[in-house]
């Protein structure tokens, strides 16, 4: 007998043509290739580390929200394990950045409203609505992370070992569970919620590399 589908198998079918497109995206083939300019990967370096900051929040909103002690155990290792934090710190000194001019940048309209995508989610949903809005970043790197290959390039190879270790198995096991907690007991509706804000994000993520290949700035 086939083992039963998982609800986030069902989100991950239905996302599958905005993540293929990701993981064809020209920025992502560029740094493959070693022929993005490094400054496109600066650009995204900051970024990302203003989104990581914002998925932190959402995830702390997400702790206060556990409805008992074993949501607050699982929220609260994802909050107090930030492993793109040391990432990016290694990343900043290969790529010659200063973490604390990163920090004053602005974050481009496309990272903001990724970041009040997440924040909105995560003051006004519930659990199963946060893990489901945050769920895709980890899932669509982790993936990512078995398709890249070697570069010669030592920015992008320090970048891409990250992923291609695996480091975020833990993370994406642990968020799936969430929702597919989430999803057992649910109505139809609330279901439709959680697929609705799986594939907002999933959209984003896909905003993400296509604003960080064209160094998106404010229009005015």
Same mark, same amino acid.
């Given at each position: ?54 998925? @932190? ?6 702790? #206060?929200?556990? /409805? ?5 155990? &699982? %929220?609260?290792? $994802? =909050? ?44 006004? @949903? ?6 489901? #809005?945050?769920? /895709? ?5 982790? &993936? %990512?992370?078995? $398709? =890249? ?72």
């Amino acid at each position: 007998m086939a083992p039963p589908t998982r609800f986030t198998d069902h989100l991950r079918r239905e996302a599958a043509p905005i993540w293929d497109a990701i993981f064809r995206h020209p920025f992502l083939r560029a740094v493959q290739e070693g022929t993005l300019p490094e400054e496109r990967f600066r650009y995204y370096l900051a970024q990302d580390y203003h989104y990581i900051g914002a998925f @932190g929040k959402a995830v702390a909103v997400a702790l #206060a929200k556990a /409805p008992d002690a074993r949501h607050f155990d &699982e %929220l609260a290792r $994802r =909050l107090t394990t930030p492993i793109e934090r040391p990432l990016h710190r290694r990343l900043f000194a290969l790529a010659g950045m200063d973490e604390e001019e990163v920090r004053r940048a602005r974050p481009s309209p496309t990272c903001l409203a990724y970041m009040d995508h997440l924040l909105a989610t995560a003051l006004t @949903g519930d659990v199963g609505l946060i893990s489901a #809005a945050l769920l /895709p970043c980890p899932w669509t790197y982790h &993936e %990512l992370g078995s $398709r =890249l290959q070697e570069t010669r390039n030592p920015l992008y190879a320090e970048w891409a070992s990250f992923y291609r270790e695996g480091f975020l198995a833990e993370s994406v096991t642990a968020w799936r569970a969430l929702v597919d907690r989430a999803a057992e007991p649910s109505s139809a509706a609330y279901r439709g919620l959680l697929e609705e804000a799986f594939l907002t994000s999933s959209r984003y993520e896909w905003m993400f590399w296509e604003m960080a290949y064209r160094t998106e700035k404010w229009p005015v």
